[in-house]
């Protein structure tokens, strides 16, 4: 057999982060959900400490990664790039390699920490005592849960009510890490204590727990908000995957990824492994990036380039991406990271440019092929990343087709360790698919369609 | 900081195991349960296949481990070696350095694989087409389920009938890699059929699990039975872990290990770091060599040398160990690898001859000491390292106070993030310790009273 992986030495953590945003041409800017005008630093101010607001809104390609968050990136990173041979064997390919990045091995079991730290270290820079943020079923939650305390700062966790009860060990391991953990709707802010008045028995929504979080850090001049995903700086952050994963494969010599994959919800995962690939690709290089998403919340192969809220209420900016309309309620499919109404502004900048393409799956191709995968090559993984894997069987399929010689890469962005109900579920005949029907589409698109229009460019 | 870990590429695998068995005085023998004559390999061919039974019986303190299982042994390993800076800071430490060989990243998130791949490889070379053993909680079960489907072999799991109930996460995990899992006892053997008929809604034990096991493979030509800690060969499997940290600590620029740290249950993840060193101990080095177990189950600190079965009915061999008395019934404690009433018989001569000493802590402390690390070092250990943790704490305080500069080596032999029931219960304050009553030890003993006497050394 070929070697299996390159671990890389701690001294080659990437010195900087990739913003892509610096290659392509302006997009439409965020609005203001109020005043319909393009949101300035001053107005992000409140939530975001400078350093990150500058990030989000920077025209340059390089952000150096200060030292203090590469000491400690070094707790889990450089993470491992793997040769899949034995999952190659398992398909019958010939002619066909894959490769993986691995980033389960974090101390959450996911790529969320790599944004969680920077974001903490901005956040303490800054004089803030606290963060707070919302968690859907609880794997950003973790992460920030983490990475808060490495700096000293407090962590306070919305977590969508139905998880809470449903979901307690993601709970557990944030509060292991010292988080307070609320079940949204909780009476710890006015918008909470609203629903509740309501209806005291809500589950909550993710929709929800964004507005507590919001709520709670703009109400305390010491507290931040915080995001996991969709946002330009925290896409940024997870660069270090692709680019670590750049050295890895010229290490196990290869010239570059025919095709690079990864599973997209709100875009930071495939990001990460990407958009390092996607400055070659602007620079002339031939290769294929496929973001793949669950059949059950197509975003961007079914859904719409508009301006729309980026939480459910109308309380984040307007953004620009590719949406199903923020009313949009995907059915409970077991990849809870994959379920978001939008998509990552820059990920649909970037299909807008013809740089990147889609694929969509429904949820029992993707388990089996993550059964499949994970027989071959011991790792088990997270819901999410079985949607990436799936693509990579079907990219895989097309190259033997055509005869080509091809080198595929995509991201294992985590560990299925918290999800063995959802394989259960799987096993056990319970699940099914659920492709998004188009009066819903048509219905949840119906309620953005006042919003203004987003020119693809400005 | 310092640098935090040596990573070693897959070329620097070890490329034989050591059986610490060679370089000591020969212990007392197993004994036929029903002849109480010395057991010899014709008596164990049934169960294991010979290779295994050669490798159990080994005077050579070099086997080679085969080309294929250094070849499965790359997916997860070599794995990585971590300087504690974090944790040595969080614990004011000064002129004492702590690392850790950390086994959570394989297949079934424990060092388990370790011995379950080669076990797998040679009862495949034998021609066997099915496994079948018992597992508790089902850290063992789901290791050999993944290398069993490595090698195209069938995997049959007879689970503790209260933990298939409550634990389903470990049985899921074993289903995904395609394992058989019963419910014990079952009704697939006639030991189960038997207990089902005295008590159809019956719990199960480890013992009734163990016989049904060793029914299933002594019943079927094509099957063997296997075991995950206890006998010499999985010892020897396990120490791959310290012939890499050795290497490891070398690349840190450390002559070597002061102390050298392992939690012990059947005593196979102590042995796995501990006996390459106890190479260098006999040969002179100075290093203190520590077992730490749960003061509920306190084998090595308050059991006696003696013959005892290695299963809690009688089915196995007599082996001369540190025991507690084979009908010796732990409390239900959250770490249930360390809930065995015997210890390794190696791990015991170990002791016997001055090479090992063994300390208890209650589990309280334990969390405690986990939790206090998980924060610094971004790993979530699993309840029985915990153990190991709490016995560096106490070392590394030991050497402060003798003011002595030390290098203390311990293993985190799993992750937590299939115990986080556990940290629930202790975060919320529903824990407790449960010391081992006087009357309980006496009574337990009483019962192998009567058994052949064990000499230390034959």
Redesign the interface.
């Known amino acids: 057999?070929s070697?299996?992986?390159i671990?890389?030495?701690?001294d080659s953590l990437p010195t900087h982060w990739y913003n892509l945003g610096a290659d392509l041409p302006l997009p439409a800017p965020p609005l203001h959900p109020g005043t319909l005008q393009p949101v300035g630093p001053e107005d992000l101010a409140p939530l975001f400490p400078m350093s990150i607001i500058l990030q989000e809104v920077s025209g340059e390609a390089q952000h150096e990664i200060p030292e203090e968050v590469r000491?400690a990136y070094?707790?889990?990173r450089p993470t491992p790039l793997m040769r899949a041979e034995?999952f190659e064997q398992a398909l019958g390919l010939k002619g066909v390699r894959i490769y993986y990045k691995y980033e389960g091995?974090?101390?959450s079991?996911s790529h969320k920490?790599n944004t969680a730290v920077p974001q903490a270290f901005y956040c303490a820079q800054d004089g803030r005592r606290r963060i707070a943020t919302e968690t859907g079923a609880g794997q950003w939650g973790s992460a920030l849960a983490?990475a808060t305390?490495l700096y000293g700062l407090e962590c306070e966790v919305f977590m969508v009510g139905i998880s809470y009860r449903q979901k307690?060990?993601r709970r557990?391991?944030m509060?292991?890490?010292?988080a307070t953990v609320h079940s949204s709707p909780s009476s710890a802010t006015n918008t909470g204590r609203a629903a509740l008045e309501v209806d005291p028995e809500s589950l909550g929504s993710l929709g929800l727990a964004i507005s507590e979080a919001v709520e709670r850090a703009a109400t305390d001049p010491e507290a931040a908000y915080s995001l996991g995903s969709v946002l330009n700086h925290v896409l940024m952050h997870q660069t270090v995957i692709g680019l670590e994963a750049k050295e890895q494969l010229a290490a196990f010599g290869e010239k570059g990824p025919d095709v690079v994959i990864g599973c997209a919800g709100g875009g930071s995962n495939f990001a990460g492994i990407s958009f390092p690939f996607l400055r070659d690709k602007i620079a002339g290089a031939e290769i294929e990036i496929i973001a793949v998403e669950p059949a059950s919340c197509p975003t961007l192969t079914r859904g719409v380039y508009a301006y729309d809220y980026g939480d459910a209420v109308g309380m984040a900016p307007l953004v620009a991406m590719h949406t199903l309309g923020h009313d949009f309620m995907p059915p409970g499919i077991h990849a809870g990271g994959l379920r978001y109404h939008g998509m990552a502004p820059l990920v649909s900048h970037a299909q807008n440019q013809g740089l990147i393409r889609a694929e969509a799956y429904g949820q029992l191709d993707c388990f089996a092929a993550g059964?499949q995968f994970?027989?071959a090559?011991?790792?088990?993984p997270a819901p999410e990343p079985t949607h990436a894997i799936m693509g990579v069987i079907e990219a895989a399929r097309r190259a033997e087709a055509s005869g080509k010689e091809q080198v595929i890469l995509f991201n294992l962005c985590g560990?299925g360790?918290?999800d063995?109900?959802a394989?259960?579920d799987y096993?056990s005949g319970q699940l099914q698919d659920h492709a998004m029907p188009e009066g819903e589409r048509d219905r949840a698109l119906a309620a953005i369609a006042d919003f203004p229009a987003a020119p693809a460019v400005v």
Chains 1, 2 share one sequence.
């Open positions: 057999m070697r299996h992986k671990v890389l030495d701690e000491q070094r707790i889990w034995r091995g974090s101390p079991g920490p983490y305390q307690p060990y557990v391991m509060e292991t890490f010292g059964i994970a027989k090559e011991g790792i088990l560990h360790h918290f063995m109900q394989y259960d096993l």
